[in-house]
């Protein structure tokens, strides 16, 4: 496995696979690596010559400098857990290569940005639409993985890369998750077990009764959504949101929409989980 550790080194790399007309995959990632991560691997290696994946963590996208500060540095295990995987190349930019002094251009997509996680976490957005375009001009990747998990970032990905044209095909992971349903995600290192184990599970419980109801026919999402807040509260989270939106564009859902989005949010002890389900109604 290929280290680059500056935009140089991975330059002359790409340049060496493109020459060689191998068609590439690129993951990018905050570092910190589990098993969800390994699945976007995963799945670039099947549909690529060459898998590449960027460890960078992202200063621009956290709101808050307490989270950027929080967030697990394991770059030693993530780099064994790649090579493992026999990934051929991975990009280690540093903050001031990628953001030099006076850094002043940034990627907004519109509307998507701002609702959802976007109104939870102002500007956030901005900072991942900002990154992945940076990072889509240095790799020039053929093909792109993202997870489900992150819905509305992963739609506001193809939003960018659709709008900017930077013709490369976005591939959608599903999302991974532990045996108890809990998807997997770094900010789980902020539970302890009890939480970990017991109490979070059931968010993702929560979403799945409403996809049930949904499937049996109910169609009173405002009610659906009230009744899982309450019971995420009465088993120890602090929702953010539950919300029954539209798939394909994150409006408010419709009981005439066929293709549907349960996405929810919520504290749970120091972590702020988020997760997803998609409903399809024939
Ligand atoms: O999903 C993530 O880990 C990050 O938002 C990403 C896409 C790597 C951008 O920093």
Redesign the pocket.
Known sequence: MIQAPDKDALRVVMRGYRSNNEVTAFV???GNLHDGHLSLVRKAKEVADRVVV?I?L?PT?FDKPEDLAAYPKTLENDLALLKAENVDLVFLPQADEMYPEGSAARVEVDGISEILEGDSRPGHFSG?AT??AKLFNLVQPDISV??KK?FQ?LML?RRMERDLDFGIEIIAAPTAREESGLAMSSRNNYLNEKERNEIAPGLFAEMSKIKQAIDDGERDYLTLQANAIDELSKKGFKPDYIEIRNAGDLSVATKDDKELVILASAWLGKARLIDNITVSLK
Do not use: A, E
Request: without cysteine.
């Open positions: 990018p990632t905050l960027s960078f992202n996208q991942v990154i992945v993202f997870g992150d970032q990905i």
